[in-house]
């Protein structure tokens, strides 16, 4: 078993190391073999032998951070932006760089820095908090999510955040920002609870696209949150999604979180429904990715694999492979407080890095640390959480070879056929 465990990332590795033969498309250093040899590889080993209690959890290859409690949205499928609406004051608890300078300190280098909300370009200090992440986290990609409201001050808060990326610290680590859009046109504003919602959208777009002329690293993505409101149209949302010719779009099913604070909210479409929404979506990513970054080849290529994990997921009712959220992922939310992922949040915190010094590390590796983590292990919980669904693929070696293989077929599908220059053959794809 462990010898074909290695087969596989051998084989996997020759894989990561092919570079496209196109001269237009910009060469990623993101996710290739030096950095999957060198360090997610030996972090897979490590969080595995952890779970067994072997080895102690060593740092996290994601962090999200939640930057702020206020957002403008009201969405039906989330109550973040009506508990802030309820509450204003509640983002004086947002932690402040000072302090996230701290944390960031003790928790050293992550590989995936991914930033969400409420809504991160409500934060002033947003390219203060890049910087502080280059400094010390040094990830390899950077990430934020937007309800794409504040179209003028996303524009020029992006621009400030490349310009530290690029300037201070790596101009090849991808900027990648997803703009929400669930549904078309009225649509759309129905379900995020804003009017216009869908104008700021489409504006916010033409900004995005001016930079990214200039920022070859910017990677413009679009996600939908699949809902029981927004079934019927999802055909209507990819056509227009890819019309647009964004570099990249997903999709996550809706989730009670308590992150969301929407328990006990009928929000969740079944898993049948949510099998037949994804053949034609999986369909349309395998039509359009064949020429677009080899970033984007990589990272549709997780989906794919991330799509049918979750439907079985959800038609099982259980873990179908081992949830590493607490080991491999971890999230911090605006006040502080450490979670093993959002779906658990205030139900199975880690601790409060506030009431620790901002030392991560002495939260990270607690006794309540411990009892979630053996909570997690004892697959006392199961979701299709897609942020740490990628981690746990990384751990898979049948899912991490699924995935390689539908890089290779994006990476040599030509005319039809994928023309392997790892073995010099050609199949044709089926």
């Keep these: ?51 067994f209690k072997l080895l102690k959890p060593g740092n996290p290859i994601t962090l999200t951070y939640s930057v702020t409690a206020a957002c403008q949205s009201q969405c039906k ?16 608890k947002d932690l402040k ?19 969400s909300g409420g809504e ?22 950077i990430h934020v999510s937007t309800n794409a409201i504040s179209s003028e001050r996303i524009r020029d808060l992006t621009i400030q955040c490349l310009e530290i990326i690029n300037e201070s610290y790596d101009s090849s680590i991808p900027f990648t ?27 916010t777009l033409s900004y995005l696209k001016d930079i990214g002329k200039e920022y070859s690293n910017l990677h413009i993505e679009l996600g939908t949150i699949i809902s029981n409101f927004n079934i019927d149209h999802l055909s209507e949302i990819e056509d227009y999604v890819h019309s647009l010719g964004i570099e990249s779009y997903r999709h996550e099913i809706a989730e009670q979180r308590t992150e ?50 979750a439907v ?10 081992p949830c590493y959220g607490g080991i491999s992922n971890a999230h911090i939310n605006y006040d502080g407080e450490v979670w093993p992922c959002c779906v658990l949040g205030y139900k199975k915190p880690l601790g409060f890095l506030r009431e620790q010094n901002y030392d991560f590390q002495k939260v990270w590796h607690s006794d309540r640390a411990n009892v979630v983590r053996k909570y997690i292990k004892d697959r006392n919980c199961a979701c299709v959480l897609a942020n740490q669904a990628y981690s746990n693929i990384l751990h898979s070696p049948t899912y991490l070879f699924k995935t390689l293989q539908n890089f290779l077929r994006f990476h040599y599908r030509q005319g039809g056929k994928i023309t392997s220059g790892l073995i010099g053959t050609t199949k044709n794809i089926t």
Aim: with cysteine.
């Design 260 to 309: 969301f604070f929407n328990l006990n909210d009928p929000i969740t479409p079944n898993a049948d429904t949510y099998e037949r929404l994804i053949r034609g979506f999986v369909r349309k990513i395998r039509e359009t990715v064949i020429n677009k970054k080899r970033f984007t080849k990589i990272t549709e290529s997780f989906r794919l694999v991330y799509y049918d994990l």
């Design 177 to 203: 920002l997803k703009p929400s859009v669930d549904g078309v046109g009225d649509v759309h504003d129905e379900i995020r609870g804003v009017r216009d919602n869908f104008k700021q959208l489409e504006k």
């Design 1 to 51: 078993m462990f010898s074909g465990f290695i087969s596989r990332v051998l084989f996997i590795l020759g894989a990561l190391k092919l570079q496209t033969q196109d001269d237009h498309l910009v060469i990623w250093k993101t996710m290739n073999a030096k950095d999957y040899l060198t360090y997610l590889f030996p972090k897979t080993l490590q969080y595995r032998a952890s779970r």
């Design 312 to 321: 079985k997921i959800l038609r099982e009712e259980r873990q179908v492979i």
């Design 120 to 141: 991160p370009f409500l934060r002033d200090d947003l390219p203060k908090i890049i910087e502080l992440a280059c400094r010390y986290l040094k990830p390899r990609i």
């Design 77 to 92: 499928t989330c109550h973040i932006g009506l508990k802030y609406k309820q509450d204003p004051t509640s983002k004086e």
């Design 97 to 115: 760089v000072e302090e996230l300078e701290k944390i960031f300190i003790t928790l050293g280098h992550v590989y995936f820095f991914n930033i």
